[in-house]
């Protein structure tokens, strides 16, 4: 199977793991992840006004570069997620932003908002598959208790979203069982890490990862997973000893591929 | 505070989308925003001020570069009115006017260490340049 790819700024520069361990393991799963011709940075975050068209048209151009594969198009940040879906979702719903848009883009044939969105977790369950995964386990993660973080962007706006219950998701749990550890689930899984307001008032996205952090260590967490840079950052620089790792690092471990990828 | 601002006020709430009428004043927004603590005004009083044109102190107020743009307003509230909206759209109707950005590339490197992820700068310029 091959899925149209767009990796986002943050994994060609700070989170170079999360991309390349994504790609690594898309390839163990039998996905090829083809790289979109000169993608664009989605801007890290959807505005919600509805006559702000500029700062979407490069999501716009990464899902019409899909349509015009005919592939899925799929990112493994979860702020790119969330601003290509939101995206399309307006070109889908909002006849004059997709309207404006296309007439800027002048393309001719115009993007009609028909491209699949898939974050890589949904790809892994709805077009690989949790038990097909779970086949390919060569070094189960037993033992470990591993609490998922979701943050906003990956379940937000849920009806945009549809990725999973918004307040009582699976999605990540399913995926750590079928790495073979044990899911911790906690009460702040899903509240905000602070985000990009780190920039201006470190210590107000310090109180609100702490508090995660924290959270999920009093469930007993040994690790934390989460598909977001900027979560990342939030919850290292702020949180307990509880070590913050992508999921895509956990998920070519027990797939067996990161000590080849180290060893490269 | 009537009609000085009815103009502003009807873009703000055309560009939102949100109707703030719909809002039954349950609080539930303002109950679950992160970013609670740190608001002058909160997101259930974004409500009934753009409601009742009262935007000047909104326009003037932190709280607009306080919300971390999560959705937990917009997903929790049980009236669909979806607070956060109302917040992006006064901030833009600030940051739209001419030398209204409220970060400039010139504050950056003051902000930047070894670990900050690019997504958070283009996450806030997004949010707070024009």
Redesign the interface.
């Given at each position: 199977m091959i899925v149209s790819y767009f990796p986002g700024c943050t994994l060609k520069t700070k989170a170079q793991d999360l991309d390349m361990y994504a790609r690594k393991c898309a390839e163990v799963l039998g996905v090829t992840l083809e790289e979109i011709d000169n993608w664009q940075c989605c801007g890290g975050v959807f505005t919600t006004v509805n006559n702000d068209a500029v700062t979407k048209l490069s999501s716009v151009r990464a899902l019409d570069f899909a349509r015009s594969k005919t592939q899925p198009l799929v990112s493994v940040c979860s702020a790119c997620h969330n601003v290509l879906k939101q995206t399309n979702h307006a070109v889908q719903t909002d006849k004059a932003f997709a309207d404006k848009v296309n007439l800027y883009m002048g393309n001719e044939s115009p993007y009609d908002g028909s491209t699949q969105v898939y974050h890589y977790l949904e790809m892994l369950r709805d077009l690989v598959g949790f038990d097909a995964i779970k086949e390919k386990v060569v070094n189960p993660l037993k033992g470990k208790k591993i609490a998922a973080y979701y943050g906003c962007l990956l379940l937000r706006p849920s009806g945009v979203m549809q990725m999973d219950d918004p307040e009582n998701p699976q999605i990540f749990e399913d995926l750590i069982r079928a790495l073979g550890a044990e899911p911790v689930i906690y009460a702040m899984r899903n509240e905000c890490c602070g985000g990009y307001v780190t920039m201006e008032s470190p210590e107000f996205a310090a109180k609100k990862s702490k508090a995660i952090t924290d959270n999920a260590a009093s469930f007993g967490a040994d690790m934390i997973v989460t598909a977001c840079p900027l979560c990342k950052y939030n919850l290292e620089k702020n949180g307990n000893s509880v070590p913050v790792v992508y999921f895509t690092e956990l998920l070519a471990e027990a797939l067996g591929v990161k000590e080849d990828t180290q060893n490269a | 505070m009537h009609n000085d601002n009815t103009r502003l006020t009807q873009e703000i709430i055309?560009?939102?989308?949100v109707n703030p009428s719909k809002c039954m004043k349950c609080g539930k927004c303002s109950a679950t925003c992160?970013?609670y603590d740190?608001m002058e005004y909160h997101p259930h009083q974004f409500v009934y001020m753009v409601e009742s044109g009262d935007l000047e102190p909104l326009m003037n107020s932190k709280s607009l570069?306080?919300c971390?743009?999560?959705?937990?307003c917009?997903?929790r509230c049980p009236r669909g009115v979806?607070p956060?909206?109302l917040v992006?759209?006064v901030r833009?109707a600030v940051i739209r006017q001419q030398g209204a950005d409220h970060?400039t590339p010139d504050d950056v490197p003051a902000?930047l260490n070894e670990?900050?992820?690019?997504?958070?700068?283009?996450?806030?310029f997004?949010?707070y340049r024009k």
């Open positions: - | 055309r560009a939102s989308g992160p970013a740190e570069y306080k971390l743009s999560c959705f937990a917009i997903d979806e956060a909206k992006e759209a833009f970060m902000k670990d900050i992820p690019q997504q958070a700068i283009v996450s806030a997004r949010k």
